[in-house]
């Protein structure tokens, strides 16, 4: 990593060292008075330029913990404070510094309620900015695992702003809620099934945790839903609300990160808020303008929950599209790979990725919140129940591809193993909610199959997880559903290894990511998932 100035020393109480002849920075604690006493800003600068993601990772690697994940001057110049800030480990905060724009709402304490893939990095970024922030969650396990900084993350730069918002004494979590001027929701949203078999938001977790912070709301404070949720749902709570504070603001501000990039997008994204007046959505952006790089644009609360919506769907519909043409060029014998390959490059089209279905909870999910609310959705729906039905799709191409294979061995599905790669719902994640991998292991094991899956990300699935060697042994068909780099990246060796182990050498690769010439070279069959061409 190089550092323009080659002599920059910072420090003396085993802060950063002077820098070695590789012009490596070693810091373990940075005291925040010797970096402001440093006049010369554009070494600074010039650390932080040179620090891009990875040299932020490398920094880490070295075992130095705290350095926020920045990707550029202005980003690290905003966190750059705090980030130095919060490396102080229990050091007294020089008290002059305040990293917050001028406030025009004197908002100090905030309580987040619900510390989850939104929740925690939420708190931790607004800790970061210096508010006083009690994090809250229902589940005891979660809280001590955060108190401990043992909580599993796999999410990029997380634990180091989750750290230093700890080690600031900003951030500080519990199973109960505290007084506070603000309140923000970030609880789950499921989907629940009702007895016709339509699907609408579940508002159980919001309600419960409005009941729990009722008793701490006062008047002038203000409630933010980030939570995804049914439009004229901010309207409801405000009322609920009204009944016991004369004087409450309410606003609705989704969250937009994608796993994966959380922390990049949470204050890189552009944000809507939509109050249920004007005066809730100025104090909600009051807030976010403290870490958002991004626009900020305010509406009212319904609008604000039906963009939220849009978006989602706006991808699950497009997601929807390519699922059907990987359907209809399987049928006609097109490989449906090429064709969007070359049918995106056209300037004005952008066909995504066919797969095995839709997974996580919200792509999965959001657009029936639009479905509940009016008859018009219809195409919303029909999406829906395609990308929903995909994993039937999937059970019938291996089923398809082992039919010969069952016929010449006299084999029954009873006697026969799939090997499942990847349990989560996309890759590189652990998140395994409405995961497609578990459709379709649901219908391998209900057609007689023996099912195990490999998934080295995954935290919790339905079905148990097995090591590669286990999950191969004596199979018939390695099924994979999840493109985590692991599987893209499978080596020669490694496929060396399974050859030797397997029973039949059959892949299917439903999402386009292994090597197929590096397979058939150790005499497994390939299939390609919408891949209809008779002559690949
Ligand atoms: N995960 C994501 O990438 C995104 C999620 N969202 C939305 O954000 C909301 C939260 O999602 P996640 O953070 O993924 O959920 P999550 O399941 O990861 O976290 C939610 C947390 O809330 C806690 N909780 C539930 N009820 C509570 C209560 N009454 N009081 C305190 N804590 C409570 C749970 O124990 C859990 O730890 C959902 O509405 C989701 O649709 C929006 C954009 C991105
Ligand atoms: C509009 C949009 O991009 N929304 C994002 C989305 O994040 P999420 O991780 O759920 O989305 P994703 O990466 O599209 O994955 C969803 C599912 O769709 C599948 N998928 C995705 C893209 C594609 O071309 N083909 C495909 O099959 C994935 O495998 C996965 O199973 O939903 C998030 C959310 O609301 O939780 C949201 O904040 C994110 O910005």
Redesign the pocket.
């Known amino acids: 990593m190089e550092v323009e100035n080659s002599n920059l020393k910072l420090g003396n109480k085993g802060d950063i060292k002077e820098l070695n002849e590789n012009n490596e920075v070693f810091s373990k604690n940075v005291s925040l008075n010797k970096i402001n006493n440093i006049n010369d800003s554009k070494r600074i600068e010039s650390l932080s330029y040179s620090m891009g993601i990875e040299e932020m990772e490398e920094l880490e690697n070295l075992g130095i913990e705290d350095v926020g994940v920045n990707s550029n001057v202005n980003e690290f110049k905003k966190i750059e404070n705090s980030v130095i800030r919060n490396v102080i480990s229990g050091t007294e905060l020089n008290s002059e510094i305040d990293l917050r724009p001028k406030q025009e709402f004197e908002i100090n304490d905030i309580c987040v309620v619900g510390l989850g893939y939104i929740g925690l990095p939420t708190a931790s970024m607004l800790a970061n900015y210096n508010y006083n922030v009690l994090g809250v969650d229902i589940d005891q396990n979660k809280v001590n695992q955060i108190k401990s900084g043992s909580l599993k993350i796999e999410e990029p730069g997380l634990s180091t702003i989750v750290k230093g918002a700890i080690n600031s004494k900003n951030l500080t979590v519990s199973t109960e809620p505290k007084p506070a001027d603000v309140f923000i929701i970030c609880v789950p949203t499921p989907a629940r099934t009702n007895i016709d078999g339509s699907k609408s938001c579940d508002l159980k977790y919001i309600n419960s945790a409005v009941e729990n912070i009722r008793p701490y709301v006062k008047d002038g404070n203000l409630i933010i839903i980030e939570s995804?949720i049914t439009p004229g749902t901010t309207e409801k709570v405000y009322k609920e609300l009204r009944k016991s504070v004369d004087e409450v603001y309410v606003a609705h501000c989704p969250?937009?990160?994608?796993?994966g990039r959380i922390i990049k997008e949470l204050s890189g994204n552009d944000r809507i808020i939509g109050g249920i007046n004007q005066k809730s959505a100025e104090m909600a952006k009051s807030i976010y303008k403290s870490f958002v790089e991004g626009n900020i644009y305010t509406t009212n609360s319904k609008t604000a929950e039906m963009v939220?919506l849009m978006?989602?769907t706006?991808?699950d519909i497009n997601?929807a599209l390519?699922n059907e043409f990987s359907k209809i060029c399987d049928e006609i014998g097109v490989n449906v790979w090429e064709a969007i390959n070359i049918a995106n490059k056209h300037p004005r089209v952008n066909i995504?990725?066919?797969?095995p279905?839709?997974?996580?909870?919200?792509?999965?999910i959001?657009p029936w919140f639009i479905v509940e609310v009016s008859d018009n959705a219809k195409f919303i729906k029909s999406a829906r129940e395609l990308n929903d039905n995909m994993p039937n799709f999937v059970f019938k191409k291996v089923e398809d591809e082992l039919k010969d294979y069952k016929e010449e061995f006299n084999l029954s599905t009873k006697d026969m193993k799939i090997c499942i790669f990847g349990a989560t719902?996309?890759g590189n994640v652990e998140d395994t909610r409405e995961s497609?991998s578990e459709k379709v292991a649901d219908l391998l094991i209900d057609a007689g199959y023996k099912v195990m899956t490999y998934d080295p990300h995954a935290e919790l699935f339905k079905y148990p997880l097995y090591d590669l060697e286990t999950c191969v042994l004596n199979a018939d068909c390695i099924l994979v559903l999840t493109?985590h780099d692991v599987f893209k990246e499978t080596t020669a060796e490694k496929i060396e290894f399974m050859e030797s182990k397997i029973r039949n050498k059959h892949i299917i690769d439903t999402k386009n990511i292994l090597n197929q010439e590096l397979w058939e070279k150790f005499g497994f069959k390939y299939k390609l998932l919408g891949n209809g061409r008779l002559d690949e």
């Open positions: 995804t969250e937009r990160v994608i796993p939220k978006e989602n706006y991808r997601i390519a995504l990725n066919p797969g279905g839709v997974g996580g909870h919200c792509i999965s959001d719902y996309k497609p493109d």
